[in-house]
């Protein structure tokens, strides 16, 4: 399975932002997707989640501005980020568990860096 990030880029604080990520290979099916973020000099963290039903999740920080959402006809998902602060520049990660012939493993996509300037 590979993941492919995409939508990143530099915005000033206020502006809005939309990540997506694109699932592809053979023989899988997606479970749970999520989006992590890691700010320079700072361990990586999860920002959002969604399962495979739709159900989501946030961190305090993002709640209100940022919605996570999933395609499954496309095996992608996606964050669309609003009201963005400095504080949300990091590179932005896609993470998703998937049932693979091998089990269910985590896959991680490349990375797409969010720039907010104030």
């Known amino acids: 399975v590979q993941l492919q990030a995409s939508g990143g880029g530099m915005v000033q604080a206020g502006g809005s932002l939309r990540l997506s990520c694109a699932a592809s290979?053979?023989?899988?099916?997606?479970?749970?997707m999520a989006w992590y973020r890691q700010a320079p000099e700072k361990q990586r963290e999860l920002v959002a989640t969604?399962?495979?039903?739709?159900?989501?999740s946030y961190i305090d920080s993002v709640k209100g501005r940022f919605t996570i959402s999933r395609d499954n006809s496309k095996n992608a998902v996606y964050l669309q980020m609003n009201s963005l602060k400095p504080e949300d520049t990091g590179v932005y990660y896609c993470?998703?568990?998937?049932?693979?012939?091998?089990?269910?493993?985590?896959?991680w996509g490349q990375g797409t860096l969010v720039t907010v300037s104030s």
């Open positions: 993470n998703a568990g998937a049932d693979v012939p091998t089990g269910y493993r985590q896959f």
């Open positions: 290979g053979r023989g899988f099916s997606i479970g749970a």
């Open positions: 969604i399962s495979s039903r739709g159900t989501t």
